[in-house]
């Protein structure tokens, strides 16, 4: 059974910047497309970054130029580096395989890390 573990998540100040780390147990990731996706309340989940496993990666619109989506294959491990961080970015992060052509989530969902931007 896969387990994902997402941290990193915590109150910084607008402007600031955060680095999530997903950790992928009970199965290689190797080979799956991989992504964050966030979520606040009353709005649907939404995709915000996928990487391939040739580390191509796709960022939505308005994190573009902040975001930045890695993985080490290597250990299990997907990363998500945040830098000039808005209020409109604060929402629980997960991180799951994403589906190649629907975007949608392979795997049962981690607990999530919350990320609030405030000051």
């Known amino acids: 059974q896969v387990q994902l573990v997402e941290s990193g998540g915590a109150l910084v100040q607008p402007g600031g910047s955060l680095r999530l780390s997903c950790v992928v147990s009970?199965?290689?990731?190797?080979?799956?497309?991989m992504g964050w996706y966030r979520q606040t309340p009353g709005k649907e989940r939404e995709l915000v970054a996928r990487?391939?496993?040739?580390?191509?990666?796709i960022l939505l619109d308005s994190v573009k130029g902040r975001f930045t989506i890695s993985r080490d294959n290597a250990e299990n491990t997907v990363y998500l580096q945040m830098n000039s961080l808005k209020a409109e970015d604060t929402a629980v992060y997960y991180c799951?395989?994403?589906?190649?052509?629907?975007?949608?989530?392979?795997?049962?969902w981690g607990q999530g890390t919350q990320v609030t931007v405030s000051s």
């Open positions: 009970g199965r290689p990731f190797r080979g799956y497309n």
């Open positions: 990487i391939g496993n040739s580390g191509t990666a």
């Open positions: 799951n395989a994403v589906g190649p052509l629907t975007n949608k989530p392979l795997w049962s």
